[in-house]
């Protein structure tokens, strides 16, 4: 998952704990927000994250726990800010239109999240390696798309052959979209948030109608789409439900 707010981000981790377990990026978000704002020394720090797993989780491996956190010290000691996140992603015309003429739409919808996030993280391209909070599942996620860890991997290798993105492989695996542009017109600026692939299917001038059990607008990306998404979760429990009571009904 990519954080867009860390603030809400840390918050949500101080309320709830991990979502699954001890990890880079939350622990990173943790100790940021105490070295920037609340000013804590390095051992207090340390002190304070371990502190954290053991509340938080029942169960975890000390001194893999202590590795872990000896690598978000190390990585907070040449960070020289608290990371702020842009309010707004400017795309030029000239951007927007190689997007456009992409035909495979689950291509063209990869690359338009490619371009979102190098634009977040202020680069001409984006990681992907196990240190950073990207991954490749994140990407796919964003685009909603579901397809296997094979499946996501020859997408981008059939992207780097159509000559869509172009990849580094050393220092680090960096992914550069080839239709980024650094100026030009500005054709559009999007909020950073997880529903930014609905910009791409009103730039694609695709329909919109009302949810039939909440109203909430909804893109019709084909013709079974009646409902939004969490409507459409209730619905099936619903049924599933139904279903089950029938055949119980019936033995």
């Known amino acids: 998952m990519i954080v867009f707010n860390q603030k809400m981000q840390f918050d ?7 979502e699954k377990y001890p990890n880079f990026r939350d622990l990173t978000i ?3 927000e105490w070295f920037f704002i609340d000013k804590l020394d390095e051992n207090s720090i ?3 994250l371990f502190s954290f797993c053991v509340e938080k989780v029942t169960t975890f491996n000390e001194e893999n726990i202590r590795k872990l956190i000896q690598k978000v010290m190390k990585k907070l000691k040449v960070t020289d800010k608290y990371t702020e996140i842009p309010e707004k992603l400017t795309f030029f ?10 035909i495979n739409k689950e291509w063209q919808k990869i690359i338009f999240i490619f371009c979102c996030l190098s634009k977040l993280r202020k680069s001409d391209g984006i990681y992907l390696n196990s240190q950073n909070s ?10 909603g798309i579901k397809k296997t860890k094979k499946e996501q991997e020859f997408y981008l290798y059939e992207l780097n052959k159509a000559n869509l993105l172009t990849v ?13 542009r650094k100026e030009g017109e500005i054709a559009l600026e999007i909020t950073p948030s997880c529903d930014m692939i609905s910009e791409l299917l009103k730039i694609n001038g695709t329909p919109i109608i009302k949810c039939l059990r909440c ?12 409902y939004c998404p969490e409507c459409a979760r ?16 019936c033995i």
Request: include cysteine.
């Open 12 to 18: 949500n981790l101080i309320k709830n704990g991990f």
């Open 30 to 32: 943790l100790a940021k």
């Open 46 to 48: 340390k002190s304070q």
């Open 93 to 102: 015309k000239e951007e927007v239109e190689q997007i456009s003429k992409i």
């Open 134 to 143: 990207m991954k490749l599942s994140d990407i796919f996620d964003l685009c």
């Open 168 to 180: 580094d492989l050393k220092p680090l695996l960096k992914y550069h979209p080839v239709c980024l």
């Open 215 to 226: 109203g909430k607008e909804v893109f019709k990306t084909n013709n079974r789409v009646k």
């Open 234 to 249: 209730i619905i099936h429990i619903e049924k599933t439900m139904e279903s089950k009571k029938k055949k119980n009904s």
